[in-house]
């Protein structure tokens, strides 16, 4: 049986130029999604895996993700001067436990392959998630959860997935697979952004991986690859043939918030799922449909 799945690696050093201005000072990953920053989701989603400790790949200027995940005791306290325990609950009640958390830089920008290998010293010898919190995605129970519960029976690299039309091939990681038992997809390959009618499928890589640390063994020697980057997806197809390496079809809805407009459509669905907005939610939406 595989080991337990207990560290995971947020990669969140990009520069988020897609947002500018509003990136220039804030990093990418704390834009808010209705009253939560990206990388809070990501790192809930974490915890409700069963995931321990939290490892933030960082860069220049990302300070605001390391003030977000410690105590503001000036907040704190002002909040329970004033009896706002809902407030108090909702800055500290998912925060990880001291120590649980720790931070390393990718000191020059050359690619995903590139910031997973600067946090393999955090991760040792263990199989570890990895989540990029540009892909947000509503689902009950969370991604990562549901494939913690399939990487148990299968062990090797996980990567979620799900189909794309097959003009858009260019901007995703593609698994070369074809035959499916269940939501599990057992691959033959994989291959970064393939051009349009090249691709050996639709099924592309979303941001959500489970990886065996033989693949930071792999990334010490990688070569640069497409975009002139270190890709993690070309690390994890040189160890098919020693590591399985399963695409896990999630059940749930995606938003890719490295866009703006999927930033914006990521807005208006989660606050659709919130009992406490959704009939404001939806009388505000018909207003623009006049």
């Known amino acids: 049986m595989p080991k337990p799945v207990r560290k995971a690696v947020f990669p969140v050093a990009g520069l988020g130029t897609r947002f500018l201005p509003a990136t220039k000072a804030l990093p990418k990953e704390m834009l808010p999604i209705v009253d939560k920053p990206l990388i809070q989701y990501a790192v809930e989603e974490a915890r409700e895996a069963g995931i321990e400790e939290f490892i933030f790949v960082t860069g220049r200027a990302k300070s605001a993700i390391e003030d977000h ?11 329970r001067e004033r009896g706002k325990e809902k407030e108090l609950r909702s800055v500290i009640d998912w925060m990880p436990s001291p120590g649980h958390i720790s931070y390393t830089r990718q000191q020059e920008p050359l690619g995903l392959g590139h910031a997973v290998w600067c946090a393999r010293n955090f991760v040792t010898d263990e199989p570890f998630a990895v989540l990029l919190a540009d892909d947000l995605i509503l689902a009950n129970p969370g991604v990562l959860k549901q494939m913690v519960e399939a990487h148990r029976s299968v062990g090797g690299n996980m990567l979620a997935i799900e189909q794309v039309p097959p003009e858009q091939t ?4 593609i698994l070369d697979a074809s035959q499916q038992n269940g939501r599990l997809i057992p691959a033959r390959g994989l291959v970064e952004k393939p051009k349009p009618g090249t691709a050996p499928s639709a ?3 979303i941001g959500r991986y489970i990886l065996d640390p033989m693949v930071l063994t792999v990334l010490e020697h990688q070569e640069r690859g497409t975009g002139n980057e270190i890709q993690l997806t070309d690390a994890i197809a040189r160890t098919i043939g020693i590591l399985p390496l399963n695409g896990y079809q999630f059940e749930g809805r995606r938003f890719d918030c490295g866009s703006k407009v999927g930033w914006l459509r990521a807005n208006v669905a989660f606050a659709l ?3 406490d907005m959704a009939e404001r939610v939806r009388v505000m939406l018909s207003e623009f449909q006049q």
């Not at 995940?69 to 909040?79: A, G, K, R, Y």
């Open 203 to 205: 099924f592309a890589v």
């Open 69 to 79: 995940f410690d105590h503001s005791v000036e907040l704190e306290h002002v909040l």
């Open 273 to 275: 799922n919130r009992d």
């Open 170 to 173: 260019d901007q995703y990681g």
